[in-house]
Nanobody, 120 residues
Framework: QVQLVESGGGLVQAGGSLRVSCAAS????????MGWFLQAPGKEREFVAR????????YYADSVKGRFTISRDNVKNTVYLQRDSPKPEDTAVYYC?????????????WGQGSQVTVSS
């Protein structure tokens, strides 16, 4: 059974550091892309970044370039999303997902989400 479990959310001070983790289990993810999405209050869920598990190559949404960093730890089977100097507008539920590129990138598995609140 595939599980993606996010952690590291909660209350974060603006200007501090924000890092959410996604522990993946239940299958081999070497062929997968791992992605991060966020859903701010009252808004649609939006794509933030993805990383190819095998190569580590990354891709970011234009709207977040330079603000977030995605990375992975192959030993821990965990993917991370980091934001230095977060701002209150980064308050959102952060979701991780795993997907395969089959013509288009299809996100097959989702975590339950991790609420991050950035206080000013």
């Amino acid at each position: 059974q595939v599980q993606l479990v996010e952690s590291g959310g909660g209350l974060v001070q603006a200007g501090g550091s924000l890092r959410v983790s996604c522990a993946a289990s239940g299958r081999t993810f070497s062929s997968y892309y791992m992605g991060w999405f966020l859903q701010a209050p009252g808004k649609e869920r939006e794509f933030v970044a993805r990383i190819k598990w095998s190569s580590g190559s990354t891709y970011y949404a234009d709207s977040v370039k330079g603000r977030f960093t995605i990375s992975r730890d192959n030993v821990k089977n965990t993917v991370y999303l980091q934001r230095d100097s977060p701002k209150p507008e980064d308050t959102a539920v952060y979701y991780c997902a795993a997907g395969l590129l089959v013509g288009v990138l299809r996100w097959d598995y989702w975590g339950q989400g991790s609420q991050v609140t950035v206080s000013s």
